[in-house]
């Protein structure tokens, strides 16, 4: 327990990091449950309005701060060091100061429930005039600006031990363009947290100075400007998205080349993509203001539609990748090819918000909700799922039922599709977002059960993952060092690995040493 | 269904783009998931022999970047067309409202006619409007950020403290709309709704005479 507290190893921090932010997964998948059952007929009151605001403020919060964006993060200390063959991160205490700060912060955040007035309830956006204290007086909205800066600056400090490690760190032979795309993808994911991350700090920062030291950044009575507070925040909030799928192009190009037993498709371009989004998503924050009337809507329209281009790229890659390969439908497999299905409609819908004509009728209502669910979720969640299946016999020594693991892609994959589709369609007929209850007109009641019924679905989906996990570690099967066939550095290794990684490295001359190594003659032939 | 039947000349304009975009939308949706589920129908992993092992295609490259180039330079061209024209505003409109958000409810001042509306969360006001003719709205906030939604004329825009802003609404069919606020503002949220009735313009006259005379 001790060794696991005061531990440096980034392969702990990592399993830490999974860990805790699977509980604030739990912790957000519950508010949401609780949401959709609110929402199950038009007439429900199962939440009061205080509670519900509370419960939506911390579902948001949790799901993106304190798990998908971190989860990622977790997953590169874990991966990063075994990737490119190093021994640990570059900068271990810093790496496990990181760690605690986000978990201290997220508890902060999460403790508002016990503070008198309850937990924040201003959105997971926290807009002022609404955060200020006269308006949101109590002590959670306090705890939440304290604790979402504390896992703020741990971002910061991961996403500088994550470039200085790949850029200082990799084995001899682990050429710039040998790295692995998941390493290249959390680079450019890391240099938009130091881009976007201190702009967040700033506006709690300011926030905080409103709230208690008299300052008036954001009250136009004294000179100050609502619009302030969203340009700063939409600043760090737009990279913010990208800081959440990022990772994830990165796990699914690694698990479709590894199950489709080819190479990635179009290594450079996914390289370069990358960070083509990186660069594009710093100007376009203002796409989420075309309905203030204080922004210029068609340069950031015309800059996020820019977007889909390099987004597009991946996806053609992903295909050419898959294109006369030898497909192998494994559980991860299962999980990226819903991946690819889930967050193309996201993209689509994400193109069309981006035409202001468009977003004037979606902005904040339901047609939002189900875009941004359909890319964080159903894109980021099924790539953790992808991921978990497939770097947990690395991670624990132990792989997962693939029995089990196609039944819960299946019913999550149905639920998912099942809770969120109707959303689209609720949206288009006038149901905002964060409302509590609606009226039985049009197809409101029938749309908003349907998505309730899905939402149980996806809990049967990850109690499934659960017993899984139960089931799986009990019976301990060996499986081997490498029962995938995979292609990066990690599976050279023994599972888990030991202390400090490597006893030796294969010699590195492609982006697939571990390939290289079981198929020499293949390897000859394709590397030149 | 707002979409299908839209009620202003401004959501007419509105549901254009939505019609482009929803058409691409198709389109594109349709070959993508061709393009995925091709592979996995037609190349399984059948025995152990590896297949090719091919690393990019240069010219196809070219394909799949200046295609979808030219497909979001089309998207924005209607989308430039179509903002251009819903932000308009016409320097004389026919009628003038200054419309007030605040928790939990809404101000409706018609400030030529010395009428004042203001509701409560229990009890939404009405928004009257002259069928076709061109209402000029003036929108603000006096305490945090709200939106004016109006589903059927595919329409919002946020009311912020410390700012106006203005758009034109320009009704196309007569009868009673749900209006509502978009942007959370607390508590009572989901309570800050309002109507909208769009009756004749000789009705219109005759409210704002009675109207005008029985406001305070």
Known sequence: MIAWLTSTDHKKIGIMYIVATSFFFGIAGILAMLIRTQLATPDMTFLGPHAFDQVFTIHGTAMIFLFVAPFGLGLANFLIPLQIGAPDMAFPRLNATALWLFIFGGLTVLSGAFASGGAASSGWTAFAPLSEIRISAGAGQDLWIVGLTMTSISSILTALNIVVTVFLLRAPGMTMWRI?????????????????????????????????LGGQFFDPAHGGNPVLYQHLFWFFGHPEVYVMILPYFGVVTEIVAVFSRKPVFGYVELVLSAFAIAGLSMGVWAHHMFTTGAVTNLFFSAMSFLIAIPTGVKFFNWIGTMWKGSIEFSTPMLFVIGFMLNFLIGGITGVM?????????????????????????????????????FWFPKIFGVKLSERIGKWTFG??????????????????????????????????????ALATIGAGLMAVGVLLFLLDVVVSVRKREPVGDDPWGGYTLEWATSSPPPEFNFTSLPPIHSERPVFDLHHPAVAAEVTP | MPLFDPASVQAQTLRGDWEIFFGAAVVVAIIMFALILLPLLLWRRRGDALPPQFKKNRSFAYVYILTPFALVAVLFYFTFVKERSVDALVPSPYATVDVTAFRWSWQFVYPHARIRIVGTPQ?????????????????????????????????KRDAIAGMTNHFDLTPTRLGTFRGLCAEYCGLDHTLMTFQVKVISDADYRRWLATAGKSTP
């Open chain 1, 180 to 212: 692995p795309i998941f390493s290249w993808e959390m680079v450019a994911t890391s240099l938009l947290i130091l881009m976007a991350f201190p702009p967040l700090v700033t506006v709690f920062a300011m926030l905080l100075i409103d709230r208690h």
């Open chain 1, 353 to 389: 918000v981006a035409s202001p004509p468009i977003d004037f009728h979606a902005e904040d209502s339901y047609f939002l909700v189900a875009h941004f669910h359909y890319v964080l979720g159903g894109g980021s969640l099924f790539a953790i799922f992808a991921a978990l299946y």
């Open chain 1, 411 to 448: 019913i999550l994959f149905a639920g998912f599709n099942l809770t969120f589709f109707p959303m689209h369609f609720m949206g288009i007929e006038g149901m905002p977002r964060r409302v509590y209850t609606y009226p039985a007109i049009e197809h409101l009641p029938l749309l908003n």
């Open chain 2, 123 to 155: 009890q939404p006001p009405v928004l009257v409007l002259p069928l076709g003719k061109i209402t000029q709205v003036n929108l603000t906030s006096v305490d945090v950020n709200h939106a004016f939604w109006i589903p059927y004329f595919l329409f």
